[in-house]
């Protein structure tokens, strides 16, 4: 690393812009939409409990881990893991593979957000213009098929690419700060309402407790993946922030922050989504489309529907916006490490590749069915890339780079305790390893 190169690299301009927006990356559709499906067909309180066991196991370590060697390397992902992991290149193949991940997440992340400005957009105008609710399941189906949703997705990618281009203090940082205070407020006045309803303590308990004999293979490496997907962690993107922060800004306490905030949000959305859903007398197992179809349904039914429902839809395209810009920066970063390319040229390549294949599954809902890419991409990179992601991650910091650079990245002036110290080494070494193998194995089957 030259210092002409150290000290032309960005940098985030305060902490509090930092934290929101690293909490905006982690906060998004993983959260809102699919936390609570996720949740609601593997049975409420059990994965819950799982998910918060491995955000906590492996999921604050493994943010240490990415932190330390972002900030160590001040290089994006394929360039931390050449700069750290030192000759001959043994190490980018990780870093490769978190490319095309990422890849893959923007694929099909666009899409669903494509969604969420269609749904903001026509609540708005039936508040407007007060329509009958047609048939809310063939309207999604209907949507989701068409043209109109693969138009969204340019849309979409053309916004971001627009936050992206004002780079990082100017774009992500002051993006994320005006917008997440404006989603924790949504979410609190949601919560007030949906704690209100009438059936609101039946929901409450489906996510509260815990029915063990739920607990299955596949819902603890839904649980895994979840944890993963939620906190942006296994592909880089943290690794790609991290190399914005300034030397003082202390790891630990920042990996803290967006672990409890993170799970904060996807409770929230658990309370808010959960009590509603039970007290219209619906099913949580809905799937994907739980927040598309059942939400809506009951929006119809409820007085002031149309408010609620463009609140809620302006919520979950803020939550995607934030986080589908951190995806984007792990490409635009490793685009400018390793090719040298300007940042404006790599927005503009990051876009364009988005709108192809964010418009490819898109059509998988219609005339594309049968190559089925949403769901090949949301497999690939969710179960398989992010797990083998942060065990490579994992496995690097652990074994690779010895505790002394742990200690110096997380524990420069010596004040965090000796045991956690201790403990977030073994579990970079022993148990994130062991576990994400055995739930990865243990799911495949
Ligand atoms: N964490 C985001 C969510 O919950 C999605 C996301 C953003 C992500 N950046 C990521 C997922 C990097 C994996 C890796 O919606």
């Given at each position: 690393?030259?210092?002409?190169?150290?000290?032309?690299?960005?940098?985030?301009?305060?902490?509090?812009?930092?934290?929101?927006?690293?909490?905006?990356?982690?906060?998004?559709?993983?959260?809102?939409?699919?936390?609570?499906?996720?949740?609601?067909?593997?049975?409420?309180?059990?994965?819950?409990?799982?998910?918060?066991?491995?955000?906590?196991?492996?999921?604050?370590?493994?943010?240490?881990?990415?932190?330390?060697?972002?900030?160590?390397?001040?290089?994006?992902?394929?360039?931390?893991?050449?700069?750290?992991?030192?000759?001959?290149?043994?190490?980018?193949?990780?870093?490769?593979?978190?490319?095309?991940?990422?890849?893959?997440i923007i694929a099909f992340y666009s899409v669903v957000s494509s969604w969420t400005m269609e749904y903001m957009v026509h609540s708005t105008v039936h508040i407007f213009n007060p329509q009958p609710t047609g048939?809310?399941?063939?309207?999604?189906?209907?949507?989701?098929?068409?043209?109109?949703?693969?138009?969204?997705?340019?849309?979409?990618?053309?916004?971001?690419?627009?936050?992206?281009?004002?780079?990082?203090?100017?774009?992500?940082?002051?993006?994320?700060?005006?917008?997440?205070?404006?989603?924790?407020?949504?979410?609190?006045?949601?919560?007030?309402?949906?704690?209100?309803?009438?059936?609101?303590?039946?929901?409450?308990?489906?996510?509260?407790?815990?029915?063990?004999?739920?607990?299955?293979?596949?819902?603890?490496?839904?649980?895994?993946?979840?944890?993963?997907?939620?906190?942006?962690?296994?592909?880089?993107?943290?690794?790609?922030?991290?190399?914005?922060?300034?030397?003082?800004?202390?790891?630990?306490?920042?990996?803290?922050?967006?672990?409890?905030?993170?799970?904060?949000?996807?409770?929230?959305?658990?309370?808010?989504?959960?009590?509603?859903?039970?007290?219209?007398?619906?099913?949580?197992?809905?799937?994907?489309?739980?927040?598309?179809?059942?939400?809506?349904?009951?929006?119809?039914?409820?007085?002031?529907?149309?408010?609620?429902?463009?609140?809620?839809?302006?919520?979950?395209?803020?939550?995607?916006?934030?986080?589908?810009?951190?995806?984007?920066?792990?490409?635009?970063?490793?685009?400018?490490?390793?090719?040298?390319?300007?940042?404006?040229?790599?927005?503009?390549?990051?876009?364009?590749?988005?709108?192809?294949?964010?418009?490819?599954?898109?059509?998988?809902?219609?005339?594309?069915?049968?190559?089925?890419?949403?769901?090949?991409?949301?497999?690939?990179?969710?179960?398989?890339?992010?797990?083998?992601?942060?065990?490579?991650?994992?496995?690097?910091?652990?074994?690779?780079?010895?505790?002394?650079?742990?200690?110096?990245?997380?524990?420069?002036?010596?004040?965090?305790?000796?045991?956690?110290?201790?403990?977030?080494?073994?579990?970079?070494?022993?148990?994130?390893?062991?576990?994400?193998?055995?739930?990865?194995?243990?799911?495949?089957?």
């Open positions: 690393m030259t210092s002409k190169n150290h000290s032309k690299r960005a940098q985030f301009g305060s902490r509090l812009g930092l934290v929101a927006t690293t909490v905006g990356s982690a906060v998004g559709l993983g959260n809102i939409w699919r936390f609570p499906y996720e949740a609601g067909t593997h049975g409420g309180g059990a994965f819950l409990l799982c998910y918060i066991f491995f955000v906590i196991l492996i999921g604050i370590p493994v943010i240490c881990a990415e932190f330390a060697m972002g900030r160590a390397s001040r290089s994006g992902v394929v360039g931390a893991y050449i700069k750290l992991g030192g000759n001959p290149r043994r190490w980018a193949w990780p870093g490769y593979a978190a490319i095309l991940a990422a890849a893959m048939n809310i399941h063939n309207d999604f189906a209907q949507f989701i098929a068409g043209p109109k949703a693969v138009i969204w997705v340019a849309v979409f990618m053309l916004i971001n690419g627009g936050v992206l281009l004002g780079g990082v203090q100017k774009g992500l940082e002051r993006v994320s700060s005006i917008l997440m205070p404006v989603l924790f407020l949504i979410l609190l006045v949601f919560c007030v309402n949906s704690l209100l309803m009438p059936g609101a303590s039946e929901g409450l308990s489906f996510l509260f407790h815990p029915d063990f004999s739920k607990l299955t293979p596949s819902v603890i490496l839904g649980a895994m993946g979840q944890a993963f997907f939620s906190m942006s962690l296994g592909m880089g993107c943290l690794i790609t922030y991290a190399s914005y922060f300034k030397d003082d800004t202390p790891l630990l306490r920042t990996a803290g922050e967006i672990a409890l905030l993170d799970t904060l949000v996807a409770i929230l959305a658990g309370v808010i989504i959960f009590p509603a859903v039970f007290s219209f007398g619906m099913s949580p197992a809905e799937g994907p489309t739980l927040v598309f179809e059942v939400l809506p349904n009951i929006f119809s039914r409820i007085p002031g529907g149309d408010v609620w429902s463009a609140l809620f839809f302006l919520l979950l395209f803020v939550a995607s916006l934030t986080s589908l810009m951190s995806v984007s920066e792990i490409v635009v970063s490793f685009l400018g490490d390793e090719f040298r390319m300007k940042r404006r040229t790599a927005v503009l390549w990051i876009t364009g590749i988005g709108i192809i294949l964010g418009s490819l599954c898109s059509l998988s809902f219609g005339p594309l069915k049968s190559w089925n890419l949403f769901n090949i991409f949301d497999y690939i990179s969710s179960n398989i890339l992010l797990p083998l992601g942060g065990m490579a991650t994992s496995y690097f910091v652990g074994w690779t780079l010895k505790k002394k650079f742990i200690a110096a990245q997380i524990n420069p002036n010596g004040k965090i305790p000796a045991w956690l110290l201790s403990g977030i080494i073994i579990s970079l070494r022993y148990i994130a390893p062991a576990c994400i193998l055995a739930v990865f194995i243990a799911g495949l089957f």
